[in-house]
């Protein structure tokens, strides 16, 4: 993906800005819901474990396709996560893929439509947003992401990319991979994402590190948030 920033910032701000913003992308879609409210579940998860760390072309964990896509294991960020969730993959796949409900058990999705109709495949498209918080370095945004389904193979597969656009920010490409194996208890869920911009190849170290690790986390923020719902008792 490609970011745009003020062009009168540092580059050292910018690169935090990056940081700022990625922990919000990451995390939209993906919070479980607040354990404070009435009613709120206890989520069952143990904490997703990250399978990747590593950042650049080493942190591919795995080359996991569906079809013959995958995320990118050259782009400046990438990261993968896992998580076994106590449900069948027909259930786990209903309820991953059924993104008009993401508003119910993710707390960082504001609005979110399909832009077609039907059966989820390989030519859907859906367009969501989600707020990014002020920092010291950018404004509050909303940052609204379209996203279009590049191939899926239902119950076991799905990939999809697009960019995201906010007032302070525009993100063109990130590429996100799902795979869904059955167990004897249930369903592994892998994923993984890559990010692409000529400022994330910038980044050096710390400030590269620090991305990374946002990334990740809101993969297992996900993962959570999505075992939680799949393995929620029926109403």
């Not at 309820?95 to 077609?116: C, F, G, N, S």
């Not at 990374?212 to 929620?232: F, I, N, R, S, T």
Request: aromatic letters at 6%.
């Amino acid at each position: 993906m490609y970011v745009s920033s003020h062009q009168h910032r540092p580059a050292r701000k910018a690169a935090l800005t990056i940081a700022a913003m990625s922990l919000a992308i990451t995390l939209s879609g993906c919070a479980s819901g607040d354990d404070s409210e009435p009613g709120a579940r206890e989520s069952k998860a143990p904490t997703a474990s990250a399978t990747a760390s590593a950042t650049g072309s080493a942190g591919q964990a795995q080359d996991s396709r569906c079809g013959e896509k995958s995320t990118d294991p050259g782009a400046a960020i990438t990261r993968s996560s896992d998580i076994d969730i106590d449900a069948p993959v027909e259930e786990v796949w209903a309820v991953h893929t059924d993104v008009e409900k993401w508003k119910e058990w993710q707390d960082a999705v504001l609005t979110i439509e399909r832009l077609d109709s039907g059966t989820f495949s390989s030519t859907s498209r859906f367009r969501w947003t989600t707020p990014v918080p002020e920092s010291d370095f950018a404004p509050a945004d909303t940052l609204t992401i379209t996203s279009s389904v590049q191939h899926v193979e239902p119950g076991r597969c799905v990939i999809w990319e697009g960019p995201a656009k906010g007032k302070a920010i525009t993100i063109d490409k990130g590429t996100h991979l799902w795979v869904f194996t059955p167990t004897d208890k249930g369903t592994r869920v892998h994923t993984q994402e890559s990010w692409d911009a000529p400022l994330l190849d910038s980044l050096q170290g710390a400030d590269r590190d620090a991305v990374a690790d946002m990334l990740g986390g809101g993969l297992d923020v996900w993962l959570q948030a999505l075992k939680a719902e799949a393995e929620a008792p029926a109403n």
